[in-house]
């Protein structure tokens, strides 16, 4: 069994914000919540990126009365940009569910959320699906390829939805594959790749909206020993790269390829800035 060794630091009290629109990048006034240094390891007097994530007070109920479930109770959350972070917990521990909001596929019952400075808890439907295309890049276990397209389709897909041209949606998807090792298998479709380089097309398709986020569950959980290095070898670039890593996991050995580990437990974190070494078994 995995022990994490030590309580985390609590968060700084955030401040008021008031967001225009969503998705113009000019407007940065949802960005009054500044992070503290010390809450990313930085040294004192340095100054910290700003958050790409930021949950403050997040809980999410589900059912009421007899039945009423409390997935998570009272959340508060700082990623950092460029950080590499992995979710662990037990069954049942609100992982999931964390991972759900985080990525704005499912609502927080109270609590606000900030994505990129963005406050995404409040918006419509519409919009959050613009968040999505836009900032999140999404790599699930199952690689969720459509099978009747060749990996370079399968990569352009989410370009079609965000509006991208035709030229540069075809070169983007081409840069996207080459980046994860894969530019001699642009034609291929998945039945002709192996599981590993079905992940690596996953992993292309999430990052080729250039987002902000990369948003990645339980991404090695149907791949060999070697093949989970290799994906996480490409995570580890991406994230050297300047791209935001958050991964649920529940292997240790895959959590230790982070930076920082945050510790659920029935609903709450436990630990929020466990370093790899302080997982023991």
Known sequence: MVIPRRPSAAAAPPGPVQPRDPLDPTDRLAQSHPPHPSESGATPGAIAPPAAIRLEGITKVYGSGNTEVRALRGVDLEILQGDYCSIMGASGSGKSTMMNVIGCLDR???GRYFLDGIEVASLGEKELARIRNRKI??????FHLLPQLSALDNVILPMIYGGIDGRERRDRAIVALERVGLGDRLHNRPNQLSGGQQQRVAIARAIVNEP?????DEPTGALDTQTTQEVLDIFSELNRSGITVVMVTHE????????????FRDGSILHSHLKPEELTH
């Not at 895959?254 to 510790?263: L, N």
């Open 108 to 110: 927080p019952t109270a």
């Open 137 to 142: 890049g999404f790599v699930f276990q199952q």
């Open 252 to 263: 240790p050995e895959v959590a230790r390829q982070t930076r920082r580990i945050v510790w």
């Open 212 to 216: 902000v986020l990369l948003l990645a």
